[in-house]
Nanobody, 123 residues
Framework: QVQLVESGGGLVQAGDSLRLSCAASGRTFSSYTMGWFRQAPGKEREFIARISGSGRTTYYADSVKGRFTISRDNAKNMVYLQMNRLAPEDTAVYYC????????????????WGQGTQVTVSS
């Protein structure tokens, strides 16, 4: 069992930056591939980024590529999502999750979701 707790969300203006954090329990954290998703009201949960256990391999959705950066600190059991040049369409609840295999852009490929953190970007 892995517990995930996201933090760092808030209300910002367009063009601002935020860094989200995801704290994970578990002694084998460095073996977990981790992902970030987001879900806006009335929309499906959307893949944002994924990072391998070592941190050497990352993937991004086209919608955030060049603006968002996923990283991790295995010594602290933390995963981060640095979000720059935020836009109103980035408004959503952001979730981190553990990759259990499958199509990595699909939510069903993940387990042990956190409770999410709200990001609201005003224009």
């Amino acid at each position: 069992q892995v517990q995930l707790v996201e933090s760092g969300g808030g209300l910002v203006q367009a063009g601002d930056s935020l860094r989200l954090s995801c704290a994970a329990s578990g002694r084998t954290f460095s073996s977990y591939t981790m992902g970030w998703f987001r879900q806006a009201p009335g929309k499906e949960r959307e893949f944002i980024a994924r990072i391998s256990g070592s941190g050497r391999t990352t993937y991004y959705a086209d919608s955030v590529k060049g603006r968002f950066t996923i990283s991790r600190d295995n010594a602290k059991n933390m995963v981060y999502l640095q979000m720059n040049r935020l836009a109103p369409e980035d408004t959503a609840v952001y979730y981190c999750a553990v990759d259990r295999g499958g199509v990595y852009t699909q939510p069903r490929a993940y387990e042990y979701w956190g409770q999410g953190t709200q990001v609201t970007v005003s224009s």
